[in-house]
C-alpha cells in the first residue's frame, strides 16, 4: 500500500503528503529569512525596538511552523507503521461530533466508522479535524491496523458518481 493515498489517520488527523510538506518547509524558511532581512537591514537604523519586534514575530512564525512540521512528519511515520498489517475495509463514515469552538480555536468535526473484524462489531471515532467533513454519510475505503488499533482513511474515487 503506497501512503500518497492516505487522506488521514484517526489518531492524529490529516496526512500531509510530500508536496504539503515541501511547500510549507519552503513557505517558513522564506517567511524566516524575509522577516530576518527587514528586521536587521531596513528596520535597525531607523527604529530598533521595531526591529526587536520583528525578530520576536520571526521567532513565533518559526515556532507555528516547527510544530505543524512535527505534527506532519510524526502522522506520517506512524501512518507508515500501521500500514505493515492493514487490511481494507469499505465503511460508511457518519458524523460523530463538531467542535463548537468558532473563531481561531475552531478544530472541525468528528466522524465515526463501523466495521466488522474477526467477527467482533468494531466502531473507531476520529479526533476533530476540518478535512473529515467531505466524507460524512459516503461511503469511504479505510485501512484498519489490528496491531495498532488504528484507522487510516484513503483518498475518495474521482471517477465515482455521488
Same mark, same amino acid.
Given at each position: 500500500?503506497k501512503t500518497? !493515498?492516505?487522506? %488521514?489517520?484517526?489518531?492524529?488527523?490529516? #496526512?500531509?503528503?510530500?508536496? %504539503?510538506?515541501?511547500? &510549507?518547509?519552503?513557505?517558513?524558511?522564506?517567511? &524566516?529569512?524575509?522577516? %530576518? =532581512?527587514?528586521?536587521?537591514?531596513?528596520?535597525?537604523?531607523?527604529?530598533?525596538t521595531a526591529?526587536?519586534?520583528?525578530?520576536?514575530?520571526?521567532?513565533?512564525?518559526?515556532?507555528?511552523?516547527?510544530? /505543524?512540521?512535527?505534527?506532519?512528519? @510524526?502522522? +506520517?511515520? #506512524?501512518?507508515?507503521?500501521?500500514?505493515?498489517?492493514?487490511?481494507?475495509?469499505?465503511?460508511? %463514515?457518519?458524523?460523530?461530533?463538531?467542535?463548537?469552538?468558532?473563531?481561531?480555536?475552531?478544530?472541525? &468535526?468528528?466522524?465515526?466508522?463501523?466495521?466488522?473484524?474477526?467477527? !467482533? @462489531?468494531? +466502531?473507531?471515532?476520529?479526533?476533530?479535524? +476540518?478535512?473529515?467533513?467531505? #466524507?460524512?454519510?459516503k461511503e469511504? +475505503?479505510?485501512? =484498519?491496523?489490528?496491531? #495498532?488499533?488504528?484507522?487510516?482513511?484513503? !483518498? /475518495?474515487?474521482?471517477? !465515482?458518481?455521488?
Amino acid at each position: 500500500m503506497k501512503t500518497n !493515498k492516505i487522506v %488521514a489517520t484517526f489518531k492524529y488527523g490529516r #496526512y500531509w503528503g510530500n508536496f %504539503a510538506l515541501s511547500f &510549507i518547509i519552503i513557505l517558513a524558511t522564506v517567511m &524566516i529569512f524575509g522577516f %530576518a =532581512y527587514f528586521a536587521v537591514a531596513v528596520l535597525w537604523k531607523e527604529n530598533p525596538t521595531a526591529s526587536v519586534f520583528t525578530v520576536l514575530v520571526d521567532v513565533f512564525l518559526v515556532g507555528l511552523f516547527a510544530v /505543524e512540521l512535527i505534527k506532519g512528519c @510524526k502522522n +506520517r511515520l #506512524y501512518a507508515k507503521k500501521c500500514l505493515s498489517d492493514a487490511i481494507e475495509i469499505i465503511t460508511i %463514515a457518519k458524523f460523530f461530533d463538531k467542535d463548537t469552538n468558532w473563531g481561531l480555536s475552531y478544530k472541525g &468535526i468528528k466522524i465515526s466508522v463501523s466495521f466488522h473484524y474477526q467477527n !467482533k @462489531k468494531l +466502531r473507531k471515532h476520529s479526533i476533530y479535524d +476540518r478535512c473529515f467533513k467531505r #466524507y460524512i454519510d459516503k461511503e469511504v +475505503r479505510i485501512l =484498519y491496523s489490528p496491531t #495498532y488499533d488504528e484507522v487510516l482513511l484513503f !483518498k /475518495e474515487n474521482k471517477n !465515482k458518481q455521488d
